[in-house]
């Protein structure tokens, strides 16, 4: 089994695919997999993923629902015991996996998430801000606070809860994620790993507006699995009260 599995998923984005791929080239070992997903593109995509063939372990061209239902064909061919996504227009900063590696010698046994922080630029390249903050779940469950490109999922994750949600375009991760509410087993490499672009969709207000959907979906999904926790108590406490009465008349 690899150990890392890297997914990029690309559309008509052959400008910075080369870039995205250069960063990986220089780094990419035995145990790392590249995956690339692309949506049907009509530019140099497939041009450029042939020159790269040496590194690219696997690759599909053909029509798909976005993003997201990319990533999650990149999951279901995917070998590696964690996994990285990327965009076609995300850069892996040198020494990003020897880095990832590393750290997971140290820790694989104790975690099934791991994040890290990225450098959020323009398209010249200028810094705008550094995101991704530690795992912390009573900041998380109100709004995005890791980083997605920056972070390892364990395969096993997906195995568990499941594989991204395509009801959301925009914040399938940020969802994902909260599916495991605080039982998250998660670290953080307080570095920067990855570049990413603006003008991404995940930064815009369609997904604030997807955000808050999601935080009220699983707010209700708490609140009715307590409601239903309480029934089940109140009903078990009842029946143990009738048996009591029904022995007493036998």
Known sequence: MKKISIIIATFNAAETLSDCLDGIRVQKKHDI????????????TGEIVSRNKDIVDFYISEPDKGLYHAWNKGI?????????????????????????????????????????RAYYVDENDKLIKIIG????????????????????????????????????????????LMRKEDQLKALFIDEVVVKMKSGGVSLSKKAVRETCIIVNMHTKKKYLNRCIFALEKYISYYLFLLRIKVKRFI
């Open 33 to 44: 997999e590249l995956l690339i997903i692309d949506g049907g593109s009509s530019d140099s």
């Open 76 to 116: 279901c061919k995917a070998r590696g015991e964690w996994i990285l996504f990327l965009g076609a227009d995300d850069f892996l900063l040198p020494s990003t996996l020897d880095r990832y590696r590393s750290f997971l010698d140290e820790n694989v046994f104790i975690c099934e998430y791991i994040s890290a």
């Open 133 to 176: 903050e530690k795992w912390n779940w009573n900041a998380f469950k109100n709004r995005m606070t890791v980083s997605h490109v920056a972070s390892l999922h364990k395969r096993s994750l997906f195995d568990e809860i499941g594989l991204f949600n395509l009801d959301f375009k925009i914040c399938a991760d940020y969802e994902f």
